[in-house]
């Protein structure tokens, strides 16, 4: 039995190289573009802080605390939040890339955190500083001096508008009062004017104005009547304000007065009285205005504004505190949004190509070759990439020309293999028995033919060969064996007779030792032949030409010696009795054994010329039937068991040579079984080897081991009276029919023949 | 984790309860009469102290109150069913000592007036009486309905870093009888 060979290579093919893969899209963050756009946009909104810082002076305090500090708030909370969400996204990211066990992460949370640290901390040493400043200044705007100084100022404007408002309301009140015994209701007024002309002549008064209320005035319920202006008041004055005024004095709501811008600059201080009848009736409505001069309005206008600029200012203080802060906040957290991006760039900037060169390494391992590491700077990194990508590069060629070497090796490995289990093949189908024998000893195969001819199983491979043939019957094998281990020349075939199950067999065996390239002995190869066959072939031919030639030589001169012998009989018959008698006793017993001769010479003249069997379909059965029923009756105590398959196929065979075979074997087991027992005949189909069996089986004395391989020579008997040729002729019977009979011992006793038959 | 979260989620929950709890600093007085629901409403404590400070420095100061006519809905936000602006504004000239006063309703000028009196202006600017701000076209009969009136100044004279917001609340229910 043969060991299968193991494959001469592990060697697998590599997986197919995958597709060259796309450079992965560069992160918004790594695009030198947008990067630069973006230092582009945070400086023009730092500048354009700066310029919006710079021009605060300008802008109105309500519009500062209102709009400016709106729009600011809203970007320190937008810039805030987008901090916070960069600083939190990265957080989360770090957590989980140290999870991942990522490399660099805890790298770049470090420089991030430094870069952070370096400049949070002076960031809001800033604010803070700066926010102190803001307040100390503020503070320091509202001092006690410069409230006192402005709201001096201011009281002392005011109070010259309270003190010409009351005088011109007192001018108006007094002339309202002249007024109230003249009919300001008739269409003409004598005198008014001359009653009137002193009053601005002396320059008290810039102008006077009287109004007559009518009821069918309209909504204004006043008309003018007349007015008397001083020749040094400028043109420009209204008319409409002061029917305004009367209107409203006309309602009887008392003493008014109104202030009124003049165009060429200065202001109108207008102050109406009602003008009441004797009855209590106000019948009309005097105004009377005094000029303050443009330059006096104006200062006091700027004292007033002085005044309240820094009143608002103190009012707005909180506010405007936190537009100057929110600057200040605007600016740290652009430093610290810059800080962060900046952290975060440069933080990739350095990782990243180490990460593409893990991460490409860990592709490499994984024997994708083809992967490349883009080369995105021209430093030192640049050349880094530059280099693992001709590693890999090399790497590939050496992996292109070591999966063509291990083609070739597969294919050859294929040859070696197909050969192998061609020769494989054929050990196990050939009858010759081949045995390896590697250089420690141990036997590496045995093919089916070596086990069946020397009775050894797959168990014998790998132990000793010594151990295996130390048995008695294969001590031959063992010294043939050791022949080929000395390493000299082949020795011949040698025969070897081994003695198995008690019969002989015999080998004709050669051993060859194996030797490796240097000449050393690897081991040896043992083959063997069954020759046996051939030996029984040539030992019966042999016996067959003796039979022929003793049947020939033999048979010629019986015939005249019987002759003879009668005619001596006949030539004695006259003679005196004792004389005939000794002759007929003499001639008698010569005639006979003349007779017995002719017998013997006939059975060897059969033997010599056995004709070929003539093959017809048989059922053996019928056959085996018929055979056994020329037996009924003549023995009482010997019975037959027929056992007989139903399956059995119809087989070719020559029925009178099969009948003779049967008969030979039936007559030798009655002769055995001294006519007393049990003779079993059976039948059985093999379909695997497509065989017929015919088991002739007795409970006879059974055959020594020593005589059972003789059995079926030629002049061999264990009868008293026997040619020994019956067996002999069976076994050729059988053989002339394809087939072989083997004899073993029958259980419990007795002998059993089996007869295989092509079928 | 949830522990510690149920507290916040309260505090969520009840916010806009406490919220509205504590800005009943408008008193507010609805009246469904002649097709028109009249809103009288009035600034509680009138003028701040801040607020004199504030128009006393010439700064345009405005009283803004957006007052909304709405109707609960269970279960889900009340309904807004009509909404207006009024605007109260004044001026104070430090050199006359005058104020300049006007209102206006929805940007539409109302009324203006001149005055010299302090109390006359925390009238003006705190006190609105029968305003007749809603028609009652739309409203259902015996259905229940609340004015809210939210009270706004600007300038503003604080400073937060939150500067949304803010303002003072109140809200009064009336049953609309046709």
Same mark, same amino acid.
């Given at each position: ?12 093919p590599?997986?197919p ?9 560069r992160?918004i963050r790594?695009?030198?573009r ?19 810082a #710079? ?18 708030s ?14 939190? &996204?990265?957080?989360?990211k770090?957590?989980v ?5 990522l ?16 400049t =949070? ?11 102190e ?20 100022a ?20 007094r ?5 109230g ?6 269409a ?5 004017q ?5 009053e601005?002549?002396e320059?008290?008064l ?17 008309a ?13 004055? =209204? ?10 004095v006309?309602?009887g709501?008392?003493?008014?007065w ?7 600059g ?17 019948t ?11 330059e ?6 700027r004292? $007033? ?11 707005l203080k ?6 100057y ?7 740290t ?12 760039y ?7 190509p ?7 390494? &860990? ?5 994708h ?36 070497s ?7 490995? =294929? ?7 061609y020769i494989? $093949? ?36 790998? &132990? ?18 050791r ?7 082949? #020795?011949?075939?040698?025969e ?13 065996a ?30 019966v ?5 003796v ?8 048979k010629?001169p019986?015939?005249?010696?019987? =002759?003879s ?31 017995s ?7 060897f ?5 056995m004709?070929?069997?003539k ?7 019928a ?26 196929p119809?087989?070719r ?12 074997l039936?007559?030798n ?10 003779? $079993? ?9 497509h065989?017929?069996r015919?088991?002739?089986a007795?409970?006879g ?24 040729l ?8 059988i053989?002339?029919?394809g ?6 011992d ?14 | ?8 989620l ?5 916010a ?10 408008v008193?507010v ?12 409403f ?48 004044v001026?104070f ?15 539409r ?13 925390g009238?003006?600017m705190?006190?609105f009486?029968?305003?007749?701000l ?5 409203l259902?009969?015996?259905a ?32 609309f009888?046709?």
């Amino acid at each position: 039995m043969a060991t299968p060979l193991r494959a001469a290579s592990s060697i697998r093919p590599a997986p197919p190289a995958p597709q060259p893969a796309r450079p992965p899209r560069r992160p918004i963050r790594d695009n030198p573009r947008l990067l630069l756009a973006g230092i582009v946009v945070l400086v023009a909104a730092f500048v354009g802080l700066l310029a919006l810082a #710079s021009r605060t002076t300008s802008f109105s305090p309500d519009f500062l605390t209102e709009v400016v500090l709106y729009a600011l708030s809203v970007a320190d909370l937008t810039m805030l939040v987008g901090l916070v969400f960069v600083l939190a &996204r990265n957080i989360i990211k770090l957590l989980v890339e140290r999870r991942r066990a990522l490399p660099f992460a805890r790298f770049r949370a470090k420089l991030v955190a430094v870069l952070l640290g370096l400049t =949070l901390i002076p960031s809001i040493l800033v604010l803070l500083v700066g926010s102190e400043l803001i307040r100390n200044s503020t503070d320091r705007w509202f001092n006690a001096p410069m409230d006192e100084v402005l709201s001096s100022a201011n009281r002392i404007a005011a109070d010259y508008y309270a003190e010409r408002q009351r005088f011109v309301l007192a001018q108006a009140a007094r002339i309202a009062k002249t007024l109230g015994d003249v009919d300001l209701q008739s269409a003409n007024v004598p005198g008014l004017q001359d009653r009137l002309g002193p009053e601005v002549a002396e320059d008290r008064l810039k102008l006077v104005e009287v109004f007559r209320v009518t009821a069918d005035a309209g909504p204004s319920r006043v008309a003018p009547i007349l007015d008397v202006a001083s020749p040094s008041l400028p043109p420009g004055a =209204l008319r409409a304000s002061a029917e305004r005024l009367a209107s409203h004095v006309a309602t009887g709501a008392g003493e008014t007065w109104a202030l009124e811008p003049m165009a060429i600059g200065g202001e109108l201080l207008r102050g109406a009285a009602a003008v009441r009848a004797p009855d209590g009736r106000i019948t009309g409505v005097v105004v009377a205005s005094d000029y303050l001069t443009g330059e006096l309005a104006a200062r006091s206008r700027r004292m $007033t504004a002085a005044y309240e600029d820094y009143r608002q200012l103190r009012v707005l203080k909180a506010p405007l505190f936190g537009v100057y802060v929110s600057f200040f906040l605007m600016v740290t957290l652009m430093i610290l949004v810059g800080a962060t991006w900046m952290g975060l760039y440069l933080a990739k900037r350095i990782t990243r190509p180490v990460q593409l060169l893990a991460v490409a390494a &860990r592709e490499i391992g994984a024997g994708h070759l083809d992967h490349r590491v883009e080369r995105e700077t021209a430093d030192e990194f640049g050349a880094l990439v530059e280099a693992f990508n001709s590693m890999a590069e090399e790497l590939a060629t050496s992996r292109q020309d070591l999966e063509r070497s291990a083609i070739d090796l597969e294919r050859k490995h =294929l040859e070696g293999e197909g050969r192998r289990r061609y020769i494989e $093949t054929i050990l196990e189908r050939i009858a010759t028995g081949v045995i390896s024998i590697d250089e420690r000893g141990a036997i590496s195969t045995v093919n089916d033919a070596a086990g069946r001819l020397l009775g050894v199983g797959a168990e014998a491979v790998g &132990r000793q060969a010594t151990e295996v043939f130390a048995r008695e019957d294969l001590s031959p094998m063992s010294t043939l064996l050791r022949s080929a281990a000395t390493g000299g020349e082949e #020795s011949p075939p040698q025969e070897i007779a081994l003695t198995r199950d008690g019969r002989d067999v015999h080998l004709a065996a050669v051993a060859t030792a194996l030797t490796g390239d240097g000449g050393h002995v690897e081991g040896a190869v043992l083959v063997f032949d069954d020759v046996t066959p051939l030996i029984r072939s040539q030992k019966v031919a042999a016996w067959r030409e003796v039979a022929r030639r003793l049947a020939h030589e033999i048979k010629n001169p019986l015939t005249p010696i019987q =002759l003879s012998a009668e005619r001596l009989q006949r030539h004695f018959g006259t003679a005196p009795p004792p004389t005939r008698a000794l002759v007929d006793e003499c001639t008698t017993t010569i005639v006979n054994e003349v007779e017995s001769l002719k017998g013997l010479v006939d059975e060897f003249s059969q033997f010599a010329r056995m004709p070929s069997p003539k093959t017809v379909p048989t059922v053996l059965g019928a056959l085996l039937d018929d055979t056994l029923a020329l037996y009924d009756g003549l023995f009482a105590e010997l019975r037959f068991e027929r056992r007989f398959a139903a399956d059995l196929p119809i087989v070719r065979v020559d029925p009178e040579q099969m009948r003779r075979v049967v008969i030979n074997l039936v007559d030798n087991a009655v002769e055995a079984m001294e006519r007393r027992g049990v003779i $079993t005949v059976e039948t059985h189909h093999d379909p695997a080897n497509h065989l017929a069996r015919i088991i002739v089986a007795d409970d006879g004395p059974g055959i020594t081991t020593a005589d059972r391989e003789k059995l079926f020579m030629p002049y061999f008997s264990t009868k008293r009276r026997g040619s020994g040729l019956g067996l002999a002729i069976v076994r050729r019977i059988i053989a002339e029919h394809g087939g072989s009979i083997d004899v073993t011992d029958n259980a419990p006793r007795g002998t059993r023949f089996t007869i295989e038959l092509p079928c | 984790m949830i522990r510690r979260a149920l507290p916040l989620l309260a505090l969520i929950a009840v916010a806009p309860l406490l919220l509205g709890a504590a800005g009943d600093a408008v008193r507010v007085t609805p009246l469904a009469r002649d097709g028109q629901v009249y809103v009288s409403f009035s600034l509680d404590g009138g003028l701040t102290p801040d607020m004199r400070e504030t128009i006393r420095s010439g700064l345009q100061t405005s009283y803004g109150y957006d007052i909304e006519l709405r109707r609960g809905v269970t279960i889900w936000f009340d309904r807004t069913l009509a909404a207006t602006t009024v605007t109260a504004t004044v001026q104070f000239d430090n050199l006359t000592r005058r104020h300049q006063l006007s209102r206006s309703i929805d940007g539409r000028v109302d009324a203006a007036e001149v005055t010299e009196s302090d109390e006359e202006v925390g009238r003006w600017m705190t006190s609105f009486e029968r305003l007749p701000l809603f028609s009652t076209a739309d409203l259902e009969p015996n259905a229940e309905y609340y004015v809210r009136v939210r009270a706004r100044t600007r300038p503003r004279s604080t400073w937060s870093l939150w500067p949304w917001g803010g303002g003072q609340w109140g809200h009064a229910t009336f049953t609309f009888i046709p």
